[in-house]
């Protein structure tokens, strides 16, 4: 069995970037905010249910939709470009608060997504704290998920 079946990583480990330019965003324009502290992935199933005769009283289900967001939380760091981008979007409408998204999961699996950024907290806190950023990332319709390159000696 391989070395790397099994193992576990922190969650520093995943990666994230934002598109600087919007919607217009390439590769080269994408970038990390600094300082974020926290992430937590949500995914919404839509699920219908139903009740047929021919189940004799039990439901029957089906997957409908889905709806993927993001949560972060971090702190304010006036200067960093990305940083700076996702806070300046609080004060945005419409297609101005679009940008591609970019996560790098640990396994290295991949998901890109363009996203709506909605800036919950562009600043605050405890007066001996530092100021705070947090914001959600909602998907903009299905994502493109890349599965993580094959390593020897998992899944085989």
Known sequence: MSEVAGKVYPVHSNQFKF???GMDSKPQDMATPKDLENFAPTIDGTVENWFAMDAEGWSKAAMTGKKMSFKFKGKRCVGDKA????????????????TQFEWTMVSGAKLTCPV????????????????ALEFDAECYGKPTITPAPATPGIGG
């Open 83 to 98: 940083n700076d981008y996702i806070a300046d979007l609080a004060w945005k409408f419409g297609p101005d608060v679009m």
């Open 19 to 21: 598109g600087l330019k």
């Open 116 to 131: 709506v950024i909605n800036v919950t907290t562009p600043g605050g806190g405890d007066t001996t704290g530092i100021d």
